[in-house]
């Protein structure tokens, strides 16, 4: 939404950190860098009860520098009406290097919404942990289209999803796969697969989200920082 709390339109690159956002309609929107692309860091902040998370789109418009694009970790995204992470084909440009990894998501629409999203395009979706979403991930496309060069979905740790639903591929909200058709194609599967299990907060109904000693999210997931 260009109603974000913080918007970045046409700028190459920097640091967003240390925030904590709220009642906006969206977190963080940063757009069409493709002029000047540079790498931007979104890291360590809370974004909480808003209709949009962080948004990423037209950031490059070549794959060819992977040290270009956004990479959003150590992020906590809580209580996100849409979705915690968003980007989508806009404009009539695709974005490229959009690295999402070692985030926690509670209680948001979807953990991930892209759409028309370029194969080899390096997008990663990495030792995330989600609790409590209605869906994993949104598309417009068909379920078949998404593939590990379309987005590397790994790692992650999965907790009380409402109905099991990890993608839905259309917009009537029909159309939906379970966790095991998920990894059937090829998502979330890589070794150390990633699982549905309980991460152990501390105690998030208080707004902890520190992992117990006990939590198997603790040293899984993948080497990615």
């Keep these: 939404s260009n109603a974000s709390a913080i918007l970045v339109d046409h700028s190459a690159g920097g640091v967003i950190e240390h925030n904590e956002i709220a009642n906006s309609d969206g977190v963080f929107f940063i757009k069409r860098n493709y002029n000047a692309p540079g790498r931007w860091i979104v890291r ?12 990423a789109d037209q950031l490059t418009r070549s794959a060819a520098n992977p040290a ?37 998501v509670k209680n948001c629409g979807s953990a991930f919404h892209g759409s028309a999203l370029s194969a080899n395009a390096g997008h990663v979706f990495q030792n995330n942990i989600v609790v409590g979403c209605p869906l994993g991930f949104r598309s417009a496309g068909d379920a078949d289209a998404w593939t590990n060069s379309t987005l590397d979905v ?72």
């Design 154 to 225: 790994r790692h992650n740790m999965y907790r009380s999803m409402t109905g099991a639903a990890m993608f839905q591929y259309d917009t009537s909200g029909q159309n939906t796969l379970s966790f095991a058709a998920w990894q059937a194609l090829g998502h979330d599967s890589a070794s150390p697969a990633s699982r549905v299990a309980d991460p152990l907060f501390v105690n998030d109904t208080g707004g902890n989200y520190r992992l117990q000693a006990a939590s198997p999210a603790r040293n899984a997931g993948g080497d990615r920082l």
């Design 68 to 104: 270009h694009g956004v990479d959003i970790y150590q992020n906590l995204l809580v209580n996100i009406q849409e979705s915690a992470f968003m980007t989508h084909h806009y404009e009539g440009s695709n974005s490229y290097y959009i690295r999402i990894v070692n985030n926690t």
């Design 44 to 55: 360590y902040n809370y974004g909480h009860d808003s209709w949009m998370g962080i948004r």
